[in-house]
């Protein structure tokens, strides 16, 4: 009788299949053209996710309802003057438009683990297409929904979350399908890039749109990125296919490598072992450093952009390009960083399980340090820009740690997965915002940011230990299919049963 081969055994195995992955290249393969749909796609949900929090500052009139005392500390000629277009404004204060920002997660943070089971069950393809429509159809009729009323606005705004948050789950379910395991840190990474380029496209133009009398001003920010939505989700349902097994245009060279790789799987026989996911030890890595990296992330997207302006006078309205390098650096590391990880991985530099953990800490460590130096750099605008791209730049590598280590530990299940990490790490979007209000309200100064960034700082950290610790790039025996375990036996006795399980040389690492 074979043993077992441990976890640890397993790590050691050199990588096979490069000279296979070498041989299904060509100059664009389905799977590269899958990853391109991809990207699209989540450029486009990204674009029509943060074009409201640069339309909202057209669309309210500014009338503060608050005696908020700003910091002094730092002298600067802050600019509030802002060019409105001939669309209608609304009097919303500061709580109504946290309100209608904030709206979208409650629906973001509901469909995860649905959307994450259905992409498993019946694949990732419509499941992903009609969560951008749906995105797509809303922000369409965002301007009508403003109109009708501040109630109707927040209820679109719901209804997109509860949409887009089907995304991520099904394009991981796809990857499932698709990614051959050298591959899967360059093309999952790069698919998921989208959306850091929508955000870093869509805010100036966002701006531009918002400050001219195009179809109105501020409409015109859903109108164009609606439209660029529905022209991508054509493309989607004529090229996008769930499995290579189902493409019609695939070559057999390309199919075989990845089943080769991967294997066939029949999705509609998926039956979930939710117990053992959830006493998983390296599943439970990736839930908290997913969650401590979006801590992270959302204090940048939300909540820093607040302190360059009111605390270090930092005059965005004159430095929109600024504004926007962090997330450039952002997109830089998560597409470079996937093929530097790959390149570890497939010339056995590193194993899976030591690739993950060095970028996951890097992209962690890096932002820690940074946002801690931002708030000891004082009034220097300059150096505060530089900490937040050197900020930006380490959080992208994230995306080759545990954003992807899902499809390492369980490729079947990568889907649910995502959703349930996902889920988890939606939480820092409420919280985070509200733990930073609480400490700044009327106190918005530099020494109060500085426990902010402090926290930050020691989730970072937590998610570091825990992921050096906990995490695995082992495909777990509880995610092999036919995998099966001699009831009342000894641990060395429970193996794969030798005659109809094989073991694909690609996971054992």
């Excluded at 053209?33 to 640069?54: E, P, T």
């Excluded at 409650?106 to 499941?127: C, E, F, R, S």
């Excluded at 890595?285 to 940048?300: K, V």
Aim: hydrophobic share 45%; net charge negative.
């Amino acid at each position: 009788m074979a043993t077992k081969r441990s976890s640890a055994e397993d790590e050691g195995v050199p990588l096979l299949g490069a000279q296979e992955a070498a041989s299904s290249r060509g100059c664009v393969k389905a799977r590269h053209a899958l990853a391109i749909l991809g990207f699209l796609g989540f450029f486009n949900v990204y674009c029509m996710r943060v074009n409201l929090s640069v339309a909202l500052v057209a669309m309210a009139n500014y009338t503060s309802t608050k005696n908020e005392t700003l910091s002094e500390e730092c002298s600067g000629n802050l600019s509030t003057h802002i060019t409105q277009g001939t669309a209608e404004t609304y009097h919303w204060d500061e709580n109504t438009q946290n309100q209608i920002l904030s709206a979208f997660f409650y629906g973001y943070l509901v469909t995860q683990i649905p959307g994450g089971w259905l992409a498993g069950k019946y694949g990732g393809k419509w499941l992903f297409g009609l969560g951008v429509l749906c995105t797509t159809i809303l922000t369409l009729l965002t301007p009508l929904a403003a109109s009708a009323g501040t109630g109707w606005l927040i209820a679109v705004r719901v209804l997109e979350g509860l949409g887009e948050g089907v995304t991520f789950p099904a394009m991981h379910a796809m990857w499932g399908s698709w990614a051959p395991p050298l591959e899967r840190s360059k093309l999952a990474t790069f698919t998921y890039a989208g959306s850091h380029m929508g955000t870093i496209i869509s805010s100036p133009i966002s701006g531009v749109l918002c400050d001219s009398n195009f179809l109105g001003g501020w409409p015109a920010v859903f109108y164009l990125f609606g439209a660029l939505g529905l022209v991508w989700f054509i493309f989607w349902t004529l090229l996008a296919h769930d499995t290579p097994a189902q493409h019609p245009r695939i070559s057999s060279e390309e199919r075989e490598y990845i089943e080769k790789s991967i294997g066939h799987r029949n999705k509609r026989s998926l039956s979930v072992p939710i117990l053992s996911v959830f006493t998983s030890v390296p599943m439970w890595a990736i839930i908290i450093s997913h969650f401590a990296n979006n801590w992270g992330f959302y204090t940048l997207l939300t909540n820093l952009p607040n302190y360059l302006k009111n605390v270090l006078k930092f005059d965005l309205s004159q430095s929109g390009f600024l504004s926007g390098l962090p997330y450039i650096f952002l997109w830089l590391a998560v597409v470079f960083g996937g093929q530097v990880a790959d390149y570890l991985r497939m010339n056995n530099i590193l194993t899976t399980g030591q690739t993950r953990k060095l970028f996951n800490n890097l992209g962690l460590s890096i932002p820690a340090i940074s946002l801690v130096l931002v708030g000891y750099v004082g009034c220097d605008r300059t150096l505060a820009i530089v900490f937040l791209c050197v900020a930006c730049l380490g959080a992208g590598l994230t995306m080759s740690g545990c954003n992807v280590n899902h499809l390492d530990i369980a490729p079947q299940y990568a889907g649910i997965l995502m959703g349930i990490t996902n889920c988890g790490a939606t939480i820092p979007g409420f919280a985070g915002p509200a733990v930073v209000g609480a400490l700044t309200e009327n106190n918005n100064t530099i020494s109060q940011w500085r426990i902010v960034f402090w926290i930050c700082f020691g989730i970072y950290m937590f998610g570091i230990i825990t992921y050096t610790f906990m995490a695995s790039g082992v495909e777990q025996p509880w995610a092999k299919e036919e995998y099966t375990v001699v009831v009342n036996a000894s641990e060395e006795d429970q193996e794969p049963s030798e005659e109809n399980h094989h073991v694909n040389p690609d996971y054992g690492r």
